[in-house]
């Protein structure tokens, strides 16, 4: 499988975090599960699934005009 660019790291090893439909979040090369306190969501941020990887995206305001 390739891995997404944006896809989020781990905070322990830096592997990719992987979202298996099934269950929680953890890296794909250490096997750590994530958790809200480890601060990978950034602000300005939100998290997608995209192929069964956990991606940061940009959050984009679309103003109502």
């Known amino acids: 499988m390739v891995v997404p660019d944006n896809v989020v790291r781990c905070v322990k ?3 990719p975090i992987e979202s298996p439909g099934d269950g929680p979040h953890k ?15 950034r602000p300005g941020y939100h ?6 990887w956990l991606t940061s995206v ?8």
Not at 58 to 65: K, P, Q, S
Request: charged letters at 35%; glycine letters at 12%.
């Open 27 to 41: 890296c794909a090369d250490c096997g750590r599960y994530i958790y809200l306190r480890d601060g990978l969501i």
């Open 47 to 52: 998290w997608r699934i995209v192929e069964g």
């Open 13 to 15: 090893c830096s592997g």
């Open 58 to 65: 940009e959050t984009v305001d679309i103003d109502d005009e």
